[in-house]
């Protein structure tokens, strides 16, 4: 699957492995639509969402395989994930709710990331060493039973990138699935490879599907405090990159750029984000 990529991937892929069958988007259509594209011409008993920025370790998906294959009420199941260095990237999450995007505003789970409470949403009090039924595993690596998704249906394409597997397990978990995180399997993954390509539009894209979340699964009143606690975040932050621009000279347009991204962030949330989210959506995400 490739989401029009020109870094010269397809022609490496049709060159270095003629056996393998590749859909060739001209457009990028979005993490959602992408993967329901392969999940539509894919064979067998499991789907396997991979990121192309990984690495994996020690035959960790037939290890994740196999633990799927015993634990048969698992929908979803995610393996351990490490950053480059080798250290633990947290990949389990819990879902979006108004107190969890009032925790994870203040940062202070990067200052406390062993607190329970700081640092629920993110899971950063875990040691990932034992398995755990989760409400989230991140899209990075996901095995996916094919028989469940039958009955749950595939990803939301409303979703273009972020919180697309948020809503998928949220929907596996009311079905009566479980999403589990095992540690059987690890993978490295270098991250941040998409969202670097669009580093300002990838904080309006992470803030856009966590309120589209809000908007579908939660009430009419908790979508509008959401909005209103999202345009205070992006709100604060738009003078400090005002001020930057006036003290650091040297990064005097960078600093204008983010501050013209938060401000934007702010009207869009106080708009009501979900009608401007797929017209602005950013190209090559």
């Not at 396997?48 to 929908?75: P, W, Y």
């Not at 621009?245 to 708009?271: K, M, Q, W």
Request: proline fraction near 3%.
């Amino acid at each position: 699957m490739d989401n029009a990529s020109v870094d010269g991937s397809v022609e490496m892929v049709r060159r270095e492995f003629p056996h393998v069958r590749r859909i060739v988007n001209t457009e990028n259509r979005g993490f959602a639509a992408a993967n329901n594209q392969g999940i539509a011409v894919a064979k067998g008993r499991y789907i396997l969402l991979l990121n192309s920025d990984t690495i994996v370790l020690d035959g960790a998906i037939a290890r994740t395989v196999a633990f799927a294959d015993a634990h048969d009420e698992a929908g979803i199941v995610g393996c351990r994930v490490l950053n480059a260095d080798r250290t633990l990237q947290p990949t389990c999450f819990m879902f979006p709710s108004l107190f969890n995007m009032l925790l994870s505003s203040t940062h202070l789970y990067r200052v406390f990331p062993r607190h329970r409470m700081f640092g629920r949403e993110h899971m950063t009090w875990w040691d990932h060493e034992e398995m755990r039924e989760v409400d989230v595993v991140s899209g990075c690596f996901m095995l996916v039973r094919r028989e469940a998704i039958g009955r749950v249906g595939t990803m939301d394409e409303g979703f273009f990138m972020y919180a697309e597997e948020t809503d998928w397990c949220y929907r596996f978990r009311q079905a009566g699935w479980k999403v589990v995180y095992a540690p059987e399997g690890q993978i490295v993954h270098l991250g941040g490879k998409s969202s670097e390509q669009v580093k300002g539009e990838t904080t309006l894209q992470l803030r856009s599907g966590i309120l589209r979340f809000i908007r579908k699964h939660k009430s009419f009143l908790s979508y509008g405090l959401a909005c209103l606690l999202t345009a205070s975040w992006y709100g604060f932050r738009v003078p400090y990159w005002f001020l930057r621009a006036l003290l650091v000279p040297g990064e005097r347009d960078r600093n204008l750029a983010n501050a013209a991204i938060y401000a934007r962030g702010c009207a869009r949330s106080l708009g009501g984000w979900e009608r401007l989210a797929w017209k602005d959506r950013p190209a090559g995400a």
